[in-house]
C-alpha cells in the first residue's frame, strides 16, 4: 500500500511539474521587415501568457515556403503556426490540411477588407489570418523626376516607365533607373511579370487550359520587362528579390520601384530611408489594360490540421493577438503609424494617426479593393488568382518559367528562347499533372 501511495505520489508530481512547464509555440515566418517587428514584440504576447514560449523559425521568401509545403504534406508537424498567403490557404483547407481560425466576436472578422478575407477563406471559413496585406503600387523619387523635368501621371503606364527608367537612370552616381524583383521563382519576377503580362492583355492559360506564353502579351511584356532591368536596372538585378530592392531604394539607388505596398511604410521612414522625405507614390503601371495590373496578397498565419487539440488552442490565442486591432495599436506606439501592418483591416485605414502618417494609405485600400483574382486577365480565363494561378501544381510550373525570365535577364539566352522553354515546360506539366484542380 505505501508503496503504492508513493508512486502515486510520484506521480501527482511529475504531473504537476509537467504542467508547470511552459508550453511552446514553433512559428515558421519570413523574412520581411513586419513579420521582424512581430517577433521583437513577442515579450508582450509571452507576458500576457506566462504559460506559452514562443519559438521562430525565420525563413528566406522561396525558403519558407518549400520548408511549409514540405512539413504540410509529410506531417512532418515541425510547425505549430505557418505563414502562408493567398494561394495556399484555399487550396491546404480543400485538402484538409489546415484548421480553421474561428474567431470569437472580439476579433472583429468583418473589419477584415474583403478581399483579403475572402482569399484566405474557403466555403466562406477563415482559415488564415491575416498579418497584413498588400497590392503593388510604384514608387519613386520625386526630386530626380523634377530634375529631369519629368511629372508622374496619375496612372502611369508600362511604356511611360520605361521613358522614365531611361532618362532617370545615372549608374555615374548610384542611381538606377529602376528596380525590379529579379530573383526567380513564383513569387518572387514572377509574382510582378504575372502583373505585367495582364496589364498587355495577356494570361497564363486560354479556356482550354493551354499555356499561352508564346502569346503577344508575353513576349511584349517580358521584352519590356528584361529591357528595363538590362538597360536601367542594378548590374545584379537577376538576384534581387523584395529585400534586396527595398535595401537599394532606402539607400537611394533606385529611381523607380515597382513593388509590394507594404515597402511604402519603411520606404517613407526618415529613421530607415536616406531618401524618406522625397518618395513619391503612384498606381502600378498599366498597358492596353488596368486588370490584373497590380497584384493581391496576404501574408497571413495559419495552423496545421496535424497539431494536438491543445496545440491549436494556444496556437489561436497567438494568432488572434498578432492579427487583432490591438496589435496595430501596439506596433503604433512602438515604431510609429507609418509602419504599422496594413491592409488587412479597414480600421487601420480610418484612423486618422495612419492617414496622417500614410500618405500612401488610400491608394494602397483602393488597389486592394480593385484587385479582383476572379476575373483578374483581359481575355476570359479558366483560373482564379492575380499574380498567380490557384492550381496545386503552379508553384512548380511558376519556378520553372521564372528560371527561364531570368536566364534571359542576365543575358545568357534571348526573349524568345526563353518563353519558348518556358511554354514547352508549362505545357509539358499540365500534360503530366493532368486535371489541374
Known amino acids: 500500500m505505501r508503496a503504492r501511495w508513493i508512486a502515486s505520489a510520484c506521480l501527482c508530481l511529475y504531473a504537476a511539474s509537467a504542467h508547470a512547464q511552459p508550453a511552446s509555440l514553433v512559428i515558421a515566418t519570413v523574412d520581411n521587415a513586419q513579420m521582424l517587428q512581430m517577433q521583437q514584440l513577442t515579450p508582450v504576447f509571452e507576458k500576457a501568457h506566462p504559460g506559452i514560449a514562443v519559438r521562430w523559425v525565420t525563413l528566406p521568401e522561396a525558403s519558407l515556403r518549400r520548408n511549409v509545403a514540405s512539413d504540410i504534406r509529410t506531417q512532418g508537424e515541425q510547425f505549430d503556426i505557418m505563414t502562408i498567403g493567398m494561394y495556399e490557404a484555399p487550396l491546404w483547407a480543400r485538402r484538409g490540411w489546415l484548421r480553421p481560425i474561428r474567431p470569437d466576436a472580439s476579433y472583429d472578422a ?74 526567380p521563382g513564383w513569387g518572387e519576377n514572377m509574382a510582378l511579370v504575372t502583373t505585367m503580362v495582364n496589364a498587355f492583355g495577356g494570361q497564363w492559360f486560354d479556356m482550354d487550359w493551354q499555356p499561352r506564353l508564346l502569346s503577344k502579351p508575353w513576349r511584349q511584356a517580358v521584352g519590356l520587362y528584361v529591357d528595363l532591368l538590362r538597360k536601367d536596372g542594378p548590374p545584379d538585378a537577376a538576384a534581387r528579390n523584395y529585400n534586396g530592392n527595398l535595401r537599394l531604394f532606402e539607400q537611394g539607388h533606385c529611381a523607380m520601384w515597382v513593388d509590394a505596398s507594404v515597402a511604402a511604410g519603411f520606404v517613407a521612414d526618415p529613421e530607415l530611408s536616406k531618401v524618406a522625405h522625397e518618395v513619391g507614390f503612384a498606381p502600378a503601371p498599366i498597358e492596353v489594360t488596368a486588370r490584373g495590373s497590380h497584384w493581391l496578397w ?81 481575355p476570359e480565363s479558366p483560373y482564379t488568382g492575380v499574380q498567380f494561378v490557384e492550381i496545386p501544381h503552379f508553384p512548380g510550373i511558376g519556378d520553372q518559367v521564372g528560371r527561364q525570365i531570368s536566364r534571359a535577364v542576365r543575358g545568357r539566352i534571348s526573349v524568345e528562347k526563353a518563353l519558348t522553354a518556358a511554354q514547352s515546360a508549362t505545357r509539358y506539366d499540365m500534360l503530366l499533372d493532368g486535371d489541374p484542380h
Open 298 to 378: 496576404a501574408w497571413a498565419l495559419a495552423i496545421p490540421a496535424d497539431i494536438g487539440r491543445r496545440q491549436a488552442a494556444l496556437a489561436r490565442s497567438f494568432i488572434a493577438w498578432a492579427t487583432s486591432r490591438a496589435y496595430v495599436q501596439l506596433v503604433g506606439q512602438r515604431f510609429g503609424w507609418g509602419r504599422v501592418p496594413s491592409g488587412t483591416r479597414r480600421s487601420t485605414y480610418a484612423d486618422p494617426r495612419f492617414q496622417a502618417a500614410a500618405p500612401w494609405a488610400q491608394l494602397e485600400l483602393q488597389a486592394i479593393e480593385s484587385s479582383d483574382p476572379r476575373d483578374a486577365t483581359l
Open 110 to 183: 468583418a473589419d477584415l477588407l474583403a478581399p483579403i478575407r475572402e482569399g484566405l477563406s474557403y466555403h466562406g471559413m477563415l482559415y488564415a489570418a491575416p498579418f497584413y496585406g498588400e497590392s503593388s503600387i510604384l514608387m519613386y523619387r520625386k526630386d530626380l523626376l523634377r530634375r529631369a523635368g519629368l511629372r508622374m501621371p496619375a496612372q502611369p503606364t508600362w511604356s511611360q516607365v520605361a521613358d522614365f527608367a531611361a532618362t532617370l537612370n545615372d549608374p555615374a552616381h548610384g542611381v538606377h533607373g529602376i528596380c525590379l524583383r529579379g530573383k
